[in-house]
T-cell receptor
């Protein structure tokens, strides 16, 4: 079956431009995560959805970052007025669920969107 | 101090060697532990979950030590194809109550002929 897909795969933006990154999770996966990965670092958590509800957005670095998942499937991460420090790979992952006990199913990652801000 | 810490390496080992990585976590209430593998310019992929009793999958063995708050990954008989970055993941409870998968920065492994 299809895995997690992300688009665009590569995005070059001029400083100050707005960008929108799309994630299509695996069908039926309830949980969806966005991560930011800088070169040589592990993925850093940005935000998390359970269906259409955004349960945690504590990792979003500033109010220029906004994420939504209005119908509980596709998600969009929007970055307004991009800055050079936003340059990174943005990874989306989905999983069947994260239980309230803290145990969770495997996360499946998309290929990422490599954002370069000039 | 980061919540999940790993030695970035690189670990440079010959084919056939046994190599072990550790990962420490700061929150004793953490739930669910994983090792992911990430190849250069690719997305992370699950290598194995880590269970309290320890678990083995072929040449790979993962262990959890809750008392000392670390997990380990042992790779026996290293292959050239094992060269990658190994990411430790721990579900850590956030202030809002939800559990967030938290990644270490990864340990780089290079297996040479």
């Amino acid at each position: 079956g299809a895995g997690v897909s992300q688009s665009p795969r590569y995005k070059v933006a001029k400083r100050g431009q707005d960008v929108a990154l799309r994630c299509d999770p695996i069908s039926g996966h309830v949980s969806l995560f966005w991560y930011q990965q800088a070169l040589g670092q592990g993925p850093e958590f940005l935000t998390y959805f359970q269906n259409e509800a955004q349960l945690d957005k504590s990792g979003l670095p500033s109010d220029r970052f906004f994420a939504e998942r209005p119908e509980g499937s596709v998600s969009t991460l929007k970055i307004q007025r991009t800055q050079q420090e936003d340059s990174a790979v943005y990874l989306c992952a989905s999983s069947r669920s994260v239980r309230s006990s803290g145990t969770s199913h495997t996360q499946y990652f998309g290929p990422g969107t490599r954002l370069t801000v000039l | 101090r980061k919540e999940v810490e790993q030695d970035p390496g690189p670990f440079n080992v010959p084919e056939g060697a046994t190599v072990a990585f550790n990962c420490t976590y700061s929150n004793s209430a953490s739930q669910s532990f994983f090792w992911y593998r990430q190849d250069c310019r690719k997305e992370p992929k699950l290598l194995m979950s880590v269970y309290s009793s320890g678990n083995e999958d072929g040449r790979f063995t993962a262990q959890l030590n809750r008392a000392s708050q670390y997990i380990s990954l042992l790779i026996r008989d290293s292959k050239l194809s094992d060269s990658a970055t190994y990411l430790c993941v721990v579900n850590i409870q956030a202030t809002g109550g939800s559990y967030i998968p938290t990644f270490g920065r990864g340990t780089s492994l290079i297996v040479h002929p």
